[in-house]
């Protein structure tokens, strides 16, 4: 009995010390910083180990204070790096907590389907990049910073336009059709930004010649308000997005509030833009000797040359001042320029309420005379948590984008110093002068504006553990106007006023309904089901007017009502789309993961006689890194082998070509009628464009994640492609839009990071490389022909394109040059009739002499012609990829960033059109010095049957008497294809972090100075002017907007 009462006292007694020691609180204070900048960082959640439980995070300051019980392990925790766990005995001060960027892939956070994952449970195809990356380099289009950082993402910026985007593709190409004025229909990814889905091919052209405002809805997203960014390939990651994914699509997280106090932030950046480096010209004197002497060399005779002289006056008067000149036309339309940036945020909260508010301004003037973009933008957000069960975010966010075209037209800005291209015996620009168009490049009232308003709610409630609802609802409103007025002085007497506007908005609904379960704690179950609705509607109105009342009254009306044109273009439309799915998800202890998704999408421009499409996708994974057998191999950090299925579907057309169009016709019997259109047929088995994609990886962290290696494969076919052909005049009707035409895509990826030194180690290397080989092959064609060949009007080279099965998607049809014939004895003689090789022109047949180029006679007829065309290049890239290097040491951060675009066909235009100039030497147009070319010069001069220059690169090109029918600079020749590869160095960053001693006397918590340099270099063997400023068509015209160096300084800071 003794014995029974001392234990139970014992225990009392032990119970007790336990209960008085779990009642002992402590105050544990201090601040948390990075380890490697020794910033001071906001916003880190402080969490206990048990209960898990969040209980506070850092302030502006990156201080904190809390009340725990004695030995509790706290857990730091931080975006983007590794948590920190640290015991706590007694209570403390001045406690540093360092934590350090988390070098972990497999705990990264991707986006797939509609939930996230980490990477080691993530099955499909994607990339994240981080909002740091991106906001240092001041741009008016954050897809610039992209360029070379993503693997199989090939982006061009082939419009140095303010405020504009150059064209973005995802795995190669996806679309095949082009326009007749030679623009490919653009396939850029679906863009998300907070919820809101946006889709960028919605590009459109006005008609009477003019363009819409030419401002690129990413436009007007401020780079420093992006947290970071998703890039989804392949179907398995994209397959919840459906009938909107087929390109691909790009996540847009922006940032959210983080700190319990609140963060004031401002960052200013003042840069230079600068020209390019521009064309030598001829000038002066010098000019108008090298025009007569072409004349007196190559006319018929001596008398002859001089009467043309003499009726010529820019040539002949050269007393008179004003054709006495020596003009630079490109200093006149060219210019350094002095731009800003400015944004400011506020951010704060904790896990249960933050919010955000951003404020942007962007300012920069374009290089060339009266063009520039202005962007404001205001974009807030708020998270209201109350309890685990219930979670509503709401985003909204306003912006305006302004931008001025000059005499620019078009989405490239064809044109927009084309006067540049005028003689330099010209006096400058006036009223008075040949060349007062040039006046308009600064004088035409240009301007366009953009607005944008989206809105999104996303509400999630928890009624059960484990089983979750939820619904996003976004609203995205995008209205532009542009404005042009050409006064009369400018246009021969008659002034002209342009005014267009257009309204699009899109409306997106999605309720889901999730169920997530773990079993024996290592089976995984998750899965949804979903409902979605999205409508969308756009409708462009013009109206041009001629002969206004006059420069000073714009409008309403004018009084030349014959030239009068205007109302709502035939481009409107109203889509809807509605889709429903689910998604199965399993995987074992995170080592064996299987996803399965479906959906059913409906569109409204699909054709009665399918309206729902099926879109399923499989895919797994295998974390091997993870299996007892490789636990050995102490230098395998991890490794994962991944597979996906699955196909999506892109809408394409619009419900006139299931429908057909109606038009109101004349009365009958004072009725109205209504007859269908007889130009296009309806086709009710129009289905929408149809991709399906396979992909295979790996990925591998070796050396405790010093390198990071991932390589995948990919194989895509493109079908239901949309192509319109011809109908019998029996029929009734013009044409038929069908779903006739398929593209296949194949290549493979890889992504390679080191780590060059250890974490330990006070200077860090980081260095990473990507690229992509893509190889597209056209695989189908309607009714069942192998060649359809297509006229190009692009008011430049006018080469036709060939589409032929089994070759690249398309190419251009070219002459092949062999060389240039240094003698006339060397032309081919028609042994049946002893002519010469000849030339088919419009007016007979142009036999070849001596300077003439060597065209290849492949029928073997002695006659050039069409027959002799040949489909021969591809402006299509077969590989892209990029470099970046980052180096830190102590304060200092040094980022580089190259890009690479290799093994690709481009048709030097440009030079062909500078060459054709000197067969114009009645013309005033510009001329360039020509002695270091290769080209035929006669042995005598004067002798244009006689021999000369052997192995001669380029023809003859001063005899301007036959240069009409022969056109030995014409463009659609082998003579002017060239390899336009190229090396690009995209920006230089170099980055001073300032001592937070010095900062805390400013009342500063960290404070950042940056200098910049963007678009910096260009290594090339292309000979034109940059091998980047080119169509898709692998044209080179260089009649649009180039694109610009800068220079930048900047400051951010943070209170």
Known sequence: MRLLSFITALILVTSFGNMGYAQNKITVRGVVKDQAQQTLLAGVSISTAKPQKTIAATDSKGAFTVLVDAGSELVFTYAGYTPIRKTFLSSVSGVEISISPNNNSMQEVVVQGFKTKTRETSTGSSLVLSGKALQDVPVSNVMELLQGKVAGLNIQNNSGSPGGMGTINIRGLSGSTVSADGFLTPTSPLF???????????????????????????????????????????????????????????????????????????????????????????????????????????????????????????????????????????????????????????????????????????????????????????????????????????????????????????????????????????????????????????????????????????????????????????????????????????????????????????????????????????????????????????????????????????????????NTLGGTLNSLNETRQHGYGGSFSYNYDRKYVLDFNFRLDGLSTTGAKQPYSNNPSVSARWNFGKEKWMEKYDWLSYGSLKASWGRNIKPTGNIFDTYGRYNVGLPYNNNPTVSIDYGTIPNEHFLPETQTQSNVGIETGLFGDMVNFTMEGYYRSVDNQVMGIDLSNTSGFSKMNTNAKSIVNYGMEWTTTVRVFKPTNPFKWTVSANGSMNRDILAKLPDGLRQITQTISDGGSNVPIVYRLGRNVFSNLLYYTQGVY??????????????????????????????????????????????????????????????????????????????????????????????????????????????????????????????????????????????????????????????????????????????RKMLTRLHMTSCKLTLTANNVLTISKYTGPDPEMVTQLGRDNSGGYPNARSYAAGINVQF
């Open 192 to 562: 998300v930004i907070d919820g809101v889905p946006v889709d960028m091919n919605s590009n459109f052209e006005y008609g009477f010649q003019g363009g819409g405002a030419g401002i690129s809805p990413l436009s007007l997203i401020p780079p420093e308000d992006i947290e970071q960014m998703d890039v989804l390939k392949d179907a398995a990651a994209t397959s919840q997005y459906g009938a909107r994914a087929a390109y691909g699509v790009i996540i847009v997280t922006t940032k959210r509030g983080k700190s319990k106090v609140p963060i004031v932030q401002y960052s200013t950046n003042v840069f230079v833009k600068t020209p390019p480096k521009l064309r030598e010209t001829i000038g002066g004197k010098e000019e108008r000797a090298f025009r007569i002497n072409s004349i007196l060399q190559y006319d018929t005779s001596y008398q002859h040359a001089l009467s043309l002289i003499n009726s010529t006056p820019f040539l002949s008067d050269s007393l008179n001042p004003y054709y006495n000149n020596a003009t630079n036309w490109q200093d006149y339309f060219f210019r350094n320029t002095y731009n800003q940036q400015h944004n400011m945020s506020i951010r704060g909260g904790d896990d249960k309420f933050n919010y955000k508010t951003n404020l942007n301004y962007y300012q920069e003037n374009g290089i060339i005379q009266n063009t520039g973009f202005k962007r404001y933008s205001l974009s807030m957000n708020a998270l209201y948590a109350p309890s685990q069960q219930f979670r509503m975010t709401v985003n909204l966010s306003s912006s305006l984008g302004q931008k001025k075209n000059g005499s620019g037209v078009g989405l490239v800005q064809t044109g927009v110093a084309s006067s540049a291209n005028s003689s330099s015996l010209l006096p400058p620009p006036s009223l008075f002068s040949d060349n007062n168009s040039a006046l308009a490049t600064a004088n035409v009232v240009n301007n366009n504006k953009t607005i944008n308003i989206s809105s999104s709610w996303d509400m999630q409630y928890e009624p059960v553990k484990g089983v979750r609802f939820g619904n996003l609802l976004s609203y995205n409103l995008v209205t532009g106007s542009s404005d042009r007025f050409t006064p009369s002085y400018l246009s021969g007497g008659t002034s002209e006023a342009y005014s267009s506007n257009d309204r699009n908005y899109t409306i997106y609904d999605r309720t889901m309904l999730s169920l997530t379960k773990t079993l024996n704690r290592v089976h995984n179950l998750s899965g949804y089901v979903f409902n979605e609705i999205n409508a969308t509607s756009f409708r462009p109105n013009v109206i041009q007017l001629s002969q206004t009342a006059s420069d000073q009254i714009t409008g309403p009306i004018g009084y030349s009502w014959a």
């Open 822 to 995: 240094a003698n006339t004895e060397n032309v081919p003689v028609n042994m049946a009739t002893g002519l010469r090789q000849a030339l088919s022109t419009t007016s007979g047949y142009l036999s070849f002499q001596a300077g003439d180029p060597r065209w290849t006679d492949v029928n073997g007829d002695y006659i050039i012609d069409e027959k002799d065309l040949l489909p021969i290049g591809n402006p299509v890239p077969r590989f892209v990829g990029g470099f970046a290097s980052q180096m830190e040491y102590k304060r200092f951060q040094l980022n580089m960033n190259w890009s690479f675009t290799l093994d690709r066909d481009l048709l030097n235009a440009s030079f062909a059109q500078m060459m054709q100039n000197f067969a114009k030497p009645a013309t005033m147009s510009a001329l360039v010095p020509i002695d270091k070319y290769n080209y035929w010069k006669p042995t005598v001069p004067g002798e244009k049957l006689g021999g000369g220059t052997v192995n001669a690169r380029y023809p003859n090109p001063f005899d301007f008497l036959r240069a009409e029918q022969l056109q030995p600079y014409r463009s659609n020749q082998t003579l002017f294809l060239e390899d336009g590869s190229y090396w690009k160095l995209n920006n230089v960053v170099l980055i001073y972090n300032v001592d």
